[in-house]
């Protein structure tokens, strides 16, 4: 099993990745500016900035509640900060990889993992697949 999580905030030309920075006083894992390339190989403009913080726990093997729970642990603190960002424009999301290299492997989240997303802003989209080997 794979998996990994991170938590976006996406906001139009008006709304900055550096902006985001600089209001939660934490730096991205991953951040872009609307306007600039998607990629260096890459044509595509990005349409909206957006800001990265992803998780890292100690191999992506990891259980995907041990990725959201190291994440809330970052962000729980700056609560009120990124409330005001999604109620000045931004978009926000919790966006999960699960990969499953197992016949049947079910992911859990608690209630009380569930509770504590709930008090921040972003919808919880989930990616899930097999291998394909």
Known sequence: MSTTATFRLLGDRARTAADVTRRLGIGPTAAGEAGEPVS????AVRTDSL????SSPA???AELATHLRQLLDVLEPRR???SSLARDGYRA???CMV???ATEHAVELDRDLLSRLLTLPG???LD??????
């Open 40 to 43: 260096p190989r890459s044509r």
């Open 51 to 54: 800001w990265c913080s992803s």
């Open 59 to 61: 191999g992506t093997d």
């Open 80 to 82: 009120a900060e990124l």
């Open 93 to 95: 999301d919790w966006f």
């Open 99 to 101: 990969v499953s290299h």
């Open 123 to 125: 919808e919880l989209l």
């Open 128 to 133: 899930v697949s097999g291998d394909d080997r």
